[in-house]
C-alpha cells in the first residue's frame, strides 16, 4: 500500500514537473514564486537580524553603523580582522569559489541555467555580515540578491523541477531581495527582469511579483514599514532647473565610468594574488582611509540619511565621495564578498547633495533643494553603475513616494547611463567585474528565448522503441501503435530516430517480397535517419542545442534516472523541432526583450 502511495505521488510530480516545462505555466509558477517569496525573504530577514544584531552589541551606543565613535586604533584593526577572516574562511572552505554577489548571479543564469549551490549560499552568508560587521564598504543588496536567488535555486533543485522553472524561481529569489532590502516591491520586480532574467513576459511578471510582495510582507512583519532611507519633503522646483539635472546626470554617469574603471583595474591587478592576502590587504586599506573617514566603513546608510537632509558641509562631502570611492573599490575590487548597489546609492546621495550645495552657492537666490538633488544623485549613479534605468528609476519612485519626480529622474539617469556607456565605453560593474575575474555573460535574445522553454514541452510522447532489426509480424505490431517516430536501439543503447511512416512505406512497397522469417534492418532500409544523444528532462532547448551542436547530433531523446542505474525515456525531439519552437515563441510573446 506505501509503495503504490509512492508511486502515485511520483507520477503526480512528474506531470506537474512536465507541465512547468512550459513558458505559460502561470499558475504553477505563480505558487512557486509565492513559496519562493517567503523563503527568500525569512533569509534576508535572518540576514540583517544577524549584521545589524552584531554591530549592535559592539559599536558604541548600540548603534549599527556608529563606526565613527570608535577609536581610531579599532577602527584600524577592526577592517584587517575582517580582511584575513574572511580570507581563512574562503580558503578553508570555498573550494574555488571566491566570486559572489550579482555578478555570480549573472555568470550561473548565462551558463549554468541559474543553479546556484549550497557551499555558495553559506559563503555568501557568512562573508558578507563578516565583511559588513568589520566595516568594509560593501553594501547588504548584492549579497541579498545572491541569497535570495539561491534560495530559489535550491527550491527548485530540491524539487528536481525544470531548468527553465529554476531560472524563474532564481528571478523570484532576486526580486524578493531587492523587495525586502528597500521595501521598494516594484523595484525588486523591474530589477530582476532587467538584470537577472533579462526579459518582460507575462509568464516572468507574475511569480516575480507575487515573489517581492510576499518577501515585503516577511520584512514588513518583522522591521516594519519604515523605508530604507529618511527622504525629506521635496520641491522639485521648475523646469528651468532641468539644464542643472542633466548636468548632474553627466556628472554622475562620469563618477559611475570612473568607479568601474578603477574597480575593473585594481580586480585585473590582483587577480593572480592569493585569496587571503587579497583580503587582508583590502582591510589594511579600509582602515588607513576610515583613520580620516570613519564615514566610510560599513553600509554607511546613517550618512546617506544625513546627506539627503542636507546635513554635511560640501568640503566634507568631497572628501566623502572621494574615500567612499577608493575604500569601495578597495574592498570589492579584492574580493570582499560585499554588494556594489549600496555604495553606489552612498556615492550618488554625496554627489547630489555636494552639486546641489554648490549650484546653492553659484545662485544664492535659487534655493536648489539639496534632498531633491540628492535622490537623483543615488538613481543616476546607481543606473549608471549598474546600467539598469528603469530599476534604479523605479527605486527613486518608491523611496520618495512621490510621482514628480518621474521625468527629471528619468532624465538624470538616462543621461548618467548614456554617458557612463557610450561616453566612455563602459559596461555594467557587474559586467566588469565578471570580465576581470575572467568570465563572461551571454544574453542575446535568441538563447533567452530558448532558455524559456523546457524539452518537456517540445518532445514528442508518441514514440516506440525497437531493435534495429525486426521481422514483418514484429513490423506490424509496432506499427499498430501509431507511433510518429521509432526510436531505434542495438545493445541496449539508442542509436537512432526515424519517422515511423519510413517503415510504413517500406512495408507497403516490399511487402510481396518479405517472408515471414526475413528480417527488416531499420537502419538499412530507405528512410531518413538521425542520429541521437541524450539530454535530461529538466534541460531546456538552449542546453538541448547545445548538446546537439556539441555531439553532431540532429535528435535527442529525453531522459531522466527513476532510480540508479535505471534511466527512463519520456520522449523525443529534433533539431527542427528545437527551431520551431523558438520561432513559435518569438511570434507569440512580441514583448520578449534582449
Known amino acids: 500500500m506505501r509503495r503504490k502511495l509512492s508511486v502515485r505521488i511520483g507520477e503526480l510530480l512528474d506531470r506537474h514537473r512536465l507541465r512547468l516545462a512550459h513558458p505559460n505555466a502561470l499558475l504553477q509558477l505563480a505558487l512557486l514564486g509565492l513559496l519562493t517569496g517567503l523563503l527568500a525573504g525569512a533569509v534576508i530577514l535572518l540576514f540583517r537580524l544577524a549584521v545589524e544584531g552584531a554591530q549592535s552589541a559592539f559599536l558604541p551606543d548600540g548603534l549599527p553603523e556608529n563606526y565613527e565613535m570608535l577609536p581610531v586604533w579599532f577602527r584600524v584593526l577592526l577592517p584587517i580582522l575582517g ?13 574555488g569559489l571566491y566570486l559572489l554577489g550579482v555578478a555570480r548571479v549573472m555568470e550561473r543564469m548565462s551558463y549554468h541555467q541559474g543553479y546556484l549551490t549550497l ?46 522553472c529554476i531560472r524563474t524561481l532564481v528571478g523570484c529569489g532576486a526580486a524578493a531581495a531587492i523587495s525586502a532590502s528597500f521595501n521598494t516591491p516594484l523595484a525588486g520586480v523591474i530589477f530582476a527582469l532587467e538584470l537577472v532574467m533579462m526579459e ?21 512583519m518583522v522591521l516594519g514599514s519604515e523605508p530604507a532611507f529618511q527622504i525629506p519633503e521635496l520641491h522639485l522646483g521648475t523646469l528651468k532647473e532641468m ?13 559611475s565610468a ?20 587579497r583580503t587582508s590587504c583590502a582591510g589594511v586599506a579600509v582602515g588607513a582611509l576610515a583613520t580620516l573617514m570613519p564615514q566610510v566603513m560599513g553600509i554607511g546608510y546613517d550618512t546617506v540619511n ?3 537632509l542636507g546635513e554635511i558641509g560640501y568640503s566634507v562631502l568631497a572628501l566623502l565621495l572621494l574615500f567612499k570611492m577608493l575604500a569601495t573599490t578597495a574592498s570589492v575590487g579584492m574580493g570582499i564578498p560585499g554588494g556594489m548597489i549600496g555604495p553606489a546609492l552612498f556615492m550618488g546621495s554625496i554627489l547630489g547633495s555636494l552639486f546641489a550645495q554648490i549650484a546653492n552657492m553659484l545662485l544664492p537666490d535659487a534655493g536648489f533643494d539639496v534632498g531633491f538633488y540628492a535622490v537623483l544623485g543615488m538613481g543616476a549613479m546607481m543606473g549608471a553603475s549598474i546600467q539598469a534605468p ?3 528609476l523605479t527605486a527613486m519612485i518608491e523611496l520618495t513616494f512621490s510621482p514628480q519626480i518621474v521625468m527629471p529622474g528619468m532624465l538624470a539617469v538616462v543621461i548618467a547611463g548614456l554617458t557612463a556607456s557610450e561616453l566612455f565605453g563602459k559596461e555594467s560593474i557587474f559586467s566588469a567585474v565578471l570580465k576581470a575575474a575572467g568570465m563572461d555573460y551571454n544574453a542575446d535574445p535568441v538563447t533567452q528565448a530558448l532558455r524559456r522553454i523546457g524539452v518537456a514541452s517540445v518532445m514528442q510522447r508518441n514514440y516506440a522503441r525497437t531493435g534495429a532489426q525486426l521481422s514483418r509480424e514484429d513490423a506490424r505490431d509496432l506499427l499498430e501503435k501509431e507511433p510518429v517516430w521509432l526510436l531505434v536501439y542495438r545493445e541496449h543503447e539508442p542509436i537512432a530516430l526515424m519517422q515511423a511512416v519510413d517503415l510504413v512505406r517500406y512495408l507497403q512497397d516490399a511487402d510481396s517480397e518479405l517472408t515471414e522469417d526475413m528480417r527488416i534492418d531499420l537502419m538499412v532500409i530507405p528512410g531518413q535517419r538521425f542520429e541521437v544523444a541524450g539530454v535530461n528532462l529538466q ?37 527542427h523541432s528545437v527551431e520551431n519552437s523558438y520561432r513559435y515563441q518569438e511570434d507569440r510573446v512580441p514583448g520578449l526583450m534582449p
Not at 580582511?83 to 573550494?95: D, Q
Not at 539644464?243 to 563618477?255: C, R, Y
Request: hydrophobic share 55%; proline share 4%; net charge positive.
Open 83 to 95: 580582511g584575513v577572516a574572511i580570507g581563512l574562511i574562503f580558503l578553508r572552505f570555498s573550494g
Open 119 to 164: 557551499r555558495g549560499f553559506l559563503l555568501q552568508f557568512v562573508g558578507a555580515a563578516m565583511a559588513i560587521i568589520s566595516g568594509h564598504s560593501v553594501g547588504r543588496e548584492g549579497p541579498h540578491v545572491y541569497l535570495g536567488a539561491a534560495s530559489g535555486s535550491l527550491l527548485g533543485q530540491y524539487l528536481r523541477l525544470p531548468n527553465n
Open 200 to 220: 518582460y513576459t507575462l509568464a516572468s511578471f507574475i511569480p516575480v511579483m507575487l515573489a517581492a510582495a510576499s518577501a515585503n510582507a516577511v520584512s514588513v
Open 243 to 255: 539644464p542643472l539635472v542633466v548636468l548632474l546626470g553627466v556628472v554622475a554617469g562620469s563618477l
Open 258 to 277: 570612473l568607479f568601474v574603471h578603477l574597480l575593473q583595474s585594481l580586480s585585473q591587478l590582483v587577480q593572480k594574488w592569493p585569496f587571503w592576502l
Open 306 to 308: 544625513s546627506a539627503l
Open 390 to 392: 528603469l530599476a534604479a
Open 539 to 575: 534541460a531546456n532547448l538552449q542546453e538541448a542545442l547545445e548538446i546537439l551542436n556539441r555531439k553532431g547530433v540532429d535528435a535527442l531523446y529525453v531522459e531522466r534516472m527513476t532510480v540508479p542505474g535505471i534511466n527512463r525515456i519520456y520522449g523525443v525531439l529534433t533539431r
